[in-house]
């Protein structure tokens, strides 16, 4: 074999110094960022600040000002010499108290700008923790800090782009028995959440404690953004007294969203926020802006009415006088994830590791997965037969056609979860499609991944 | 002969899923008012039962409860299910 000549070694020792660069300062930066972080621990357990005390901090009055220093001038210099903000524009921002509700989707671009732009105390309140999942719309994260809390991480995110900003991460779950004395402690309240239950609780925090509600919400291609409880416009229950069915709510784990819609929405809400901080445009009337990514008219804006007389939160005679159980209220928790399903008695369904047995054996049997079809281009099992949940009962035929005259043949049936396959499998035994065995993969095809093939994807 | 008048119906969020369509035109009749309207919705899309309970229901871009409220030919009529996620 020939040796290596010198030109081919020299390139590859040159290519392999730029890498060890390169990482090093990867490296550097992570450190840089732990050690915002860690500080920033060691100074809250010095202080012996836990939640309570992080609380009652958010509960002082922060110290206003009645001028800027020359670095805020020099920071905030574009938006200085702005007509119609200028100095008493930054000067409100800066005397101001924010609460966002919700480091997610919205909760991330609505953080950065709203704390770059220089309010001067930004809470964040989020329970949950950082996912690989997030990262492709809630960019105030990163890798690195996968399983951080969110409103730590969103907290840290601020502080790197704007020292100047106060901020208060709040870890923890928003409820009837925590939010009045969190929300009445700020100005103005961003509502930045994933779930009805605490859309409905900010909205009667908000009438109860008089604060304006700058609400957003993103979904697939669709946004809404509307300012509740300001200046004699509508409350959320004005427009939605009703709260939707549980089983009418999609989220952006079962339903999908693209990442730069709540991106949209949420610097909307911080624009929003700005706007309302520096008194501008205050006599515009309520709307609602209404945003469809993938419609040719993007935006959209709906002239609301005034508050509602005879709405029970913010009428003239309200009936809620104070915070309700809105876990009830809604029948469906406060978070977006998604809730296992239990149709059918565990023992008349399948594990994945008997699947695999039979599988394995080679047994003869028809594998119907009932996930829609974006989802089941992504990823699936080898001959397994797609059709939709919503579409079986239209295409129970083609079930029928594949069993091709096995009269007996088990049918077993597959999803993401284990959810859709129950009312699939059921749908299955009521129509008696099969005189075999039919059973439907608890946990479905993430439960697949989990136990059985780690090569197998999840998303 | 007189022409058909029409309306429009504008589906947003949950309710273009429902629809399967983001706007539609509807031969217009006198004296639709909001339930008869809603009734006719259903007939259309059954899918879109359980939406228009929870919806908000906007004419010419502007918010609307009015009881009195019937639809005029040309009107562009929007309904705006609540949008959670985020």
Partial sequence: ??????????????????????????????????????????????????????????????????????????????????????????????????????????????????????????????????????????????????????????????????????????????????????????????????????????????????????????????????????????????????????????????????????????????????KIAAKINESDVPTMTIFSANASTMFRTIKLRKRKPDCIMCGDAPTITKLIDYVRFCGASATDKTPDLFLIPMKERMTVEEYKHIKDENAPHLLLDVREKVQFDICSLPSSLNIPLKDLSKQIDQVKDQLRGQSQLPIYVVCRRGNDSQPAARLLQEQGVTTGEIRDIVGGLDRWADKIDPEFPKY | MAETQSFTMLYFASAKDATQTDSEKIEWSPSLDSTKLTALLVERHPALKPILAISMYAVNMEYTDDPSWTVQPNDEVAIIPPVSGG
Avoid: W
Wanted: proline share 5%; charged share 20%; glycine share 10%.
């Fill in chain 1, 1 to 274: 074999m020939e040796s290596p000549s010198i030109e081919t070694l020299t390139a590859r020792l040159s290519q392999l110094e730029q890498q060890n660069e390169a990482l090093r300062q990867e490296v550097a930066a992570l450190r840089l960022e732990q050690k915002t972080y860690s500080q920033h621990k060691v100074d809250s357990n010095a202080n012996g600040l836990d939640h309570a005390t992080l609380l009652s901090e958010a509960e002082t009055p922060f110290e206003k000002v009645t001028k800027l220093t020359n670095p805020e001038i020099a920071r905030y210099g574009r938006q200085l010499i702005l007509p119609g903000f200028g100095i008493q524009g930054q000067l409100d921002l800066r005397n101001c108290s924010m609460l966002i509700v919700g480091a997610g989707g919205l909760g991330a671009p609505c953080a950065l700008y709203l704390g770059a732009a220089g309010v001067g105390r930004l809470g964040i309140v989020d329970h949950d923790t950082v996912d690989i999942s997030n990262l492709h719309r809630q960019v105030i994260h990163n890798e690195a800090r996968q399983g951080m809390s969110k409103a730590e991480s969103a907290a840290l995110s601020v502080r790197l782009i704007n020292p100047h900003c106060k901020v208060v991460a709040h870890d923890l779950v928003l409820d009837s028995s925590n939010a009045q004395p969190i929300i009445n402690s700020y100005d103005i309240i961003i509502d930045a959440t994933d779930n009805a239950a605490t859309r409905y609780l900010l909205n009667d925090a908000c009438i109860l404690g008089g604060k304006p509600l700058v609400s957003g919400s993103a979904l697939r291609f669709d946004g809404q953004l509307t300012i509740y409880n300001y200046r004699g416009g509508p409350c959320y229950r004005c427009l939605f007294p009703t709260p939707p069915p549980a089983e009418t709510v999609t989220n952006c784990s079962d339903g999908g969203v693209m990442g730069v819609v709540p991106g949209v929405i949420g610097c909307l809400q911080a624009l929003e926020a700005i």
